[in-house]
C-alpha cells in the first residue's frame, strides 16, 4: 500500500520561504520514477487544489497563482518530491498535499502552511 508523508510546514510571515517534502514508500523505486507527480493545496473552506506537477522526466507545470514563486522537485533515487515556496503570500495559506497528477493515491495527512499578512 502507498504511504505519502508530507512535512516542511509552518507559521511565516508573508514574504518568506519554505520547502516541504513529500515521501512515498509502499512501492517500487521504478514506479516511482516514472509516476507524474504533483503538490495539491486546500484553503481554509475551499476546495483542493492543484499547485504544480512535475512529469517522471523533470518536465514541470505551474498554477499560475504560483508561477515564479515556487518550484517543484523531485529525487527519484530516494522516492521524495519537493516544493520550494518563495515570496509566500497570506493566500497560500493551506493544507499541501502531494499526490500523483491524477490523484491515484490515498491522500496522506497533508503539512499546514500558514502566512501571516
Not at 4 to 23: F, I, R, Y
Request: charge should be positive.
Amino acid at each position: 500500500q502507498v504511504q505519502l508523508v508530507e512535512s516542511g510546514g509552518g507559521l511565516v510571515p508573508a514574504g518568506e520561504s519554505l520547502k516541504l517534502s513529500c515521501g512515498v514508500s509502499g512501492i517500487s523505486g521504478s514506479i516511482f520514477k516514472k509516476a507524474n507527480m504533483a503538490w495539491f493545496r486546500q484553503p481554509p473552506g475551499k476546495q483542493r487544489e492543484l499547485v504544480a506537477a512535475i512529469t517522471g522526466g523533470g518536465g514541470t507545470n505551474y498554477h499560475d497563482f504560483v508561477k515564479g514563486r515556487f518550484t517543484i522537485s523531485r529525487d527519484n533515487t530516494r522516492d521524495r518530491m519537493y516544493l520550494q515556496m518563495n515570496s509566500l503570500k497570506p493566500e497560500d495559506t493551506a493544507v499541501y498535499y502531494c499526490n500523483t497528477q491524477n490523484s491515484a493515491w490515498a491522500w496522506g495527512q497533508g503539512t499546514q502552511v500558514s502566512v501571516s499578512s
